[in-house]
């Protein structure tokens, strides 16, 4: 693995039933309004035995395991809920970098199985009811007992090189003047290497080869997984697609374009690696 994750390993139990009534006061309560997490002005999240403080029931709570010997909820809050006094609620994305990055990491997990429970009550079969699984993080049809597991959508990500130069673009949603790396999500029937060229090839008109696995990282927004990659250019000249593309271009470690700050994200370690391995950082 690459970067910051490497120091937190995942540490959340299998979904075996528990009950909060018979867990400690340090239960943590990942609470959200819709991907609002609701969190205290010191980067935490509620630690109570049950959530009375909201004033509020929960509209459903799902059971997470444990971080430590800390038994962890998610709950879904009803879309006009309040925070309570001493704390308030914060997109999820805009807390990146902010919490613990052991929280951040179960948030992560909570906000994607919260979704998914929410999404999977009734059976997109033959739309009876369904039932939380006894033996597995899985939903089970009361009737013709189809079952549904939380989704994942595999997406690359990639560091393509040219000589000394990495290549980088400008989605036409980013933030005005940030590059960063390609990226894209896998199609059925497709390898992850697959896409890495696919991918580049249609944004960018370039081909690669040499395709390496670089490292991953979950990423819920709202439900991938991105696994990241490093390739060398083969051949064909830069030729945005100008519709997620706007711009690319190679460059070099010394003449760098701006970026997206920080080092949360695969595609910060990425460029991180191409600047270390060129002297350009540490």
Request: aromatic share 10%; hydrophobic share 45%; with cysteine.
């Amino acid at each position: 693995m690459h970067g910051p994750k490497e120091r937190f390993l995942a540490r959340l139990a299998p979904p075996v039933r528990s009950d909060p009534a018979d867990a400690a006061d340090a239960t943590l309560w990942f609470l959200f309004r819709g991907r609002e997490l609701l969190v205290t002005p010191a980067g935490g999240v509620l630690a109570a035995r049950e959530p009375v403080a909201l004033g509020t029931a929960l509209v459903r709570r799902q059971f997470l395991g444990f971080l430590g010997a800390r038994p962890c909820w998610s709950g879904e809050l009803a879309p006009d809920a309040e925070a309570p006094s001493g704390m308030w609620f914060r997109d999820l994305r805009m807390l990146y970098g902010q919490l613990p990055p052991e929280l951040h990491e179960v948030a992560s997990r909570a906000v994607q199985i919260m979704d998914w429970d929410r999404g999977h009550q009734f059976c997109g079969a033959c739309g009876a009811p369904t039932r939380i699984s006894e033996s597995e993080r899985a939903r089970v049809c009361e009737r013709c007992a189809a079952v549904y597991y939380p989704r994942l959508a595999p997406s690359m990500i990639v560091a393509v090189e040219r000589d000394d130069r990495i290549l980088l673009a400008r989605a036409k949603q980013f933030p005005r003047g940030i590059y960063s790396v390609l990226a894209g999500f896998v199609e059925p029937g497709e390898s992850v290497e697959e896409t890495v060229a696919r991918e580049v090839f249609e944004e960018t008109a370039v081909e690669v080869e040499d395709v390496r696995y670089f490292g991953s990282q979950p990423w819920p927004y709202p439900h991938s997984l991105m696994l990241g990659f490093q390739a060398r250019w083969r051949a064909g000249e830069i030729q945005v697609d100008g519709i997620e593309i706007e711009a690319a271009d190679w460059f070099a470690a010394d003449d760098m374009p701006m970026t997206f700050p920080g080092s949360v994200s695969i595609s910060q370690w990425l460029i991180r690696d191409f600047l270390v391995r060129h002297g350009r950082a540490r």
